[in-house]
């Protein structure tokens, strides 16, 4: 099932941890998204920048919004069917 989702974040706002069953590909509209992977790794995106996000479990991660202006994302989501477009987790071990 692929679908499109517009998500904002607003500042100080976050997705919480989480991944997604089929891969997402984002393109940021506006403001900064800070993204903190699985491994810890952290990745900015500003506007008029794409993301992938893989899918599956070993790909968790978490989006915050760190800046003054609401992050508006534009989502398309393929997701195999029957399966939610993301999925919650407690956060890894290293980030707490």
């Known amino acids: ?10 500042p100080g706002a ?6 997604h069953p089929g891969r997402v590909h984002v393109m940021v509209l ?3 998204l800070t993204r903190t992977l699985h491994d ?3 990745e900015v995106s500003e506007a008029g920048e794409r993301l992938v996000e ?9 989006g915050r ?12 989501y ?3 069917d029957g399966y939610p ?3 919650a987790v407690a956060a890894p071990e290293w980030s707490r």
Do not use: K, R
């Not at 976050?14 to 991944?19: A, E, F, I, Q, V």
């Open 14 to 19: 976050s997705t919480g941890w989480h991944y």
């Open 54 to 62: 893989q899918a599956g479990p070993v790909y968790i991660h978490v």
């Open 30 to 32: 506006s403001g900064t």
């Open 78 to 80: 393929d997701i195999p």
């Open 40 to 42: 810890g790794t952290v």
């Open 85 to 87: 477009q993301a999925v």
């Open 65 to 76: 919004n760190l800046g003054e202006e609401p992050v508006v994302l534009v989502a398309t």
């Open 1 to 10: 099932m692929s679908f499109v989702q517009t998500v904002t974040l607003a």
